[in-house]
């Protein structure tokens, strides 16, 4: 993802990590993000009753960017497959095609890909994929959060 921020203003680096899932799939979900710049870090987290995992990934995310207060260098981590394919990979051609997949039906989570493409424009984004549950302890960080949250919807 690009950035509509001007060539010589100095950047700030963020690293973040989301997470989100639903049990059962699709059922009551949970969402998850740890932002951190330097020594500083902030926890991101929410819960749907009735969503899916992969609206809980792409949330996570969008509300990720979207606590940014001004153009940042990210870089993000998700062990999501979906999320960052489709944002380095599918969204160019789902936004040319009028968000129509390349079958011609509608994007699935059109809105959600959406809120996160606004989200990530002011930003330079570097999208990492990590192996979820394969010992990364931020990613496991994001997915206690992410759990807690949406085991306090009463599950």
Same mark, same amino acid.
């Given at each position: ?10 950047? =700030?680096? #963020? ?7 639903? &049990?059962? $799939? ?23 009753? %009735?969503? =899916? $995992? ?19 260098? #990210? #870089? ?6 979906? !999320?960052? $394919? ?7 051609? *789902? ?5 129509? $997949?390349?079958?011609?039906?509608? !994007?699935?989570?059109?809105?959600? *890909?959406?809120? +996160?493409?606004? %989200? %990530? &424009?002011?930003?330079? !984004?570097? *999208?990492?994929? #990590? ?5 990364? %302890? ?5 997915? !206690? ?7 306090? +919807?009463?599950?």
């Amino acid at each position: 993802m690009g950035s509509d921020a001007p060539a010589d203003m100095p950047f =700030t680096t #963020v690293e973040i990590w989301t997470d989100g899932g639903c &049990k059962p $799939n699709p059922g009551p979900g949970g969402w998850a993000a740890i932002l951190r710049f330097g020594a500083h870090e902030r926890e991101l987290q929410g819960a749907d009753p %009735a969503t =899916t $995992n992969n609206r809980m990934e792409l949330t996570a995310a969008a509300a990720a960017l979207e606590a940014l207060t001004r153009p940042c260098r #990210v #870089v993000l981590h998700t062990d999501s497959e979906y !999320v960052r $394919n489709g944002i380095t990979r599918w969204s160019t051609g *789902w936004v040319r095609r009028n968000w129509r $997949n390349a079958s011609g039906d509608p !994007v699935a989570n059109m809105a959600l *890909w959406r809120r +996160l493409l606004i %989200a %990530a &424009k002011p930003h330079t !984004v570097e *999208w990492r994929w #990590v192996r979820g549950h394969s010992g990364d %302890a931020m990613n496991e960080r994001a997915d !206690v959060l992410a759990t807690a949250a949406r085991q306090g +919807l009463g599950e």
